[in-house]
């Protein structure tokens, strides 16, 4: 992608100072629409929750963090991965996938969620979910 633009902006003459005003404005805009998608996506999940906010993300973020070491860190690290936290149908689900995993059904009939989901999900995935 630099080696691109830096090529686009040589044969259409823009200089190293308007190239630099162009990528930090591409780079604002970015920004600006990544922080309205999860503002939105918080908004509607605070309006759909309510009170069970910060609890089902938290079953959500778990859930992904658990299957995020199962499949040894390459979820948390892909572009789909780190997209997830920003879209509410993906909290939604993983909050349902969280939900299965603290059921009787899945855990064995032990009553108590997998190893997996008692490490800190802060820590593992810094970021996911930010508001």
């Known amino acids: ?10 044969d259409n003459g823009i200089t190293q100072d308007q190239a630099q005003k ?3 404005w ?3 805009a970015n920004k600006e629409i990544t922080d309205k998608i999860i503002a939105d996506g918080v908004k509607e999940l605070r309006s759909e929750w309510g009170s069970r906010f910060d ?7 778990k859930a992904f963090t ?3 070491k199962r499949m040894g860190g390459r979820l948390a690290t892909s572009i789909e991965g780190r997209d997830m936290a920003n879209n ?8 349902e996938i969280g939900k299965l995993l ?4 899945l855990s064995g009939g032990s009553g108590t969620a997998p190893s997996d989901a008692r490490e800190s999900a802060v820590d593992t995935y810094k970021g996911m979910f930010k508001e």
């Open 66 to 68: 658990a299957l995020d």
């Open 22 to 24: 162009l990528l930090d």
């Open 1 to 10: 992608m630099e080696n691109g633009f830096r090529q686009f902006c040589v």
């Open 26 to 28: 591409q780079l604002g």
């Open 102 to 105: 603290s059921e009787d059904v």
């Open 88 to 95: 509410p149908v993906f909290v939604r689900a993983f909050h």
């Open 55 to 61: 609890e089902n993300k938290a079953t959500a973020l």
